[in-house]
């Protein structure tokens, strides 16, 4: 009997680790939801091209890696976890992954600089289409929670969207 119940406390413990981990798919309008603040802007002097920013993911051991795709991903195709952990090819075309380190790791950091780390990446606008911030475990864990997509096609869309409307306010005065 305490063999059984072994086997059974593995096996709910293993469905319960499914059951707690969930998806984050982080565009402009989903980033509140999920507590992150991403920012676009151009580089200086430098057409069609921005830096992407946000805080590092404060948990310990989540990862950020940049992905850029041959073609733009649907928010299904974001789902990139059995990607993260098997290191492999998947259907996707996956052109580049690469991990990113926050800002500040790897020196002396202030006191009062501590918890102040971002990632930043600068990026052209037409590989910014295809690109995403991904955020998770690097391998299996059993505590679950989310994982995350930053889609970062949507925050040029936005942007854009914001520029022109701001230009053709301009040129209506």
Known sequence: MKY????????????AEASWSAFAHVTPYTQEKYKLDVSITPVEDVENKFL???KAVEYDFKLAWLIVSADALSEKGQVLRDYIWSASKTEKEILIKSKLMPTGIGGFIPQNMKNKHFYEVELDAEIIKRAYIYIDFPSVVMDGGLYYSVDLGSYLTKFQKINKSLLEKNDAE
């Open 4 to 15: 059984l119940s072994g086997v059974a406390i593995l096996f709910f413990a293993t469905q």
């Open 52 to 54: 992407i920013r946000f």
